[in-house]
Nanobody, 116 residues
Framework: QVQVVESGGGLVQPGGSLRLSCAAS????????MRWYRQAPGKERELVAE???????NYVDSVKGRFTISRDNAKNTVSLQMNSLKAEDTAVYYC??????????WGQGTQVTVSS
């Protein structure tokens, strides 16, 4: 049984930092692209950051220079370090494991709120 579990969300002031973690089980982790998505109220879900199985990383423009994605294939985990947080980063953040259209798994989401 595949499980993808996020942790680390919470309330933070503008300019602060948070670290999200995601643990996956039941998959051959190193074969999967690991992604963080987010969905703000009234908005579509967007891809924020990706760590590919080949070792590259990609970011949406709005978080470049502020967020860092990293993975540990030995521990089957992926993290998202978020610095210089802004109110517009407020959203539910989802961890996603993707290998193909038929081999994709989602976590339950974790709330990140940036507010003073």
């Amino acid at each position: 049984q595949v499980q993808v579990v996020e942790s680390g969300g919470g309330l933070v002031q503008p300019g602060g930092s948070l670290r999200l973690s995601c643990a996956a089980s039941g998959i051959i982790f190193r074969f999967f692209n690991m992604r963080w998505y987010r969905q703000a109220p009234g908005k579509e879900r967007e891809l924020v950051a990706e760590s590919t199985s080949g070792g590259s990383t990609n970011y949406v423009d709005s978080v470049k220079g502020r967020f860092t994605i990293s993975r540990d294939n030995a521990k089957n985990t992926v993290s998202l370090q978020m610095n210089s947080l802004k109110a517009e980063d407020t959203a539910v953040y989802y961890c996603n494991a993707y290998r193909s259209f038929y081999d994709e798994y989602w976590g339950q989401g974790t709330q990140v709120t940036v507010s003073s």
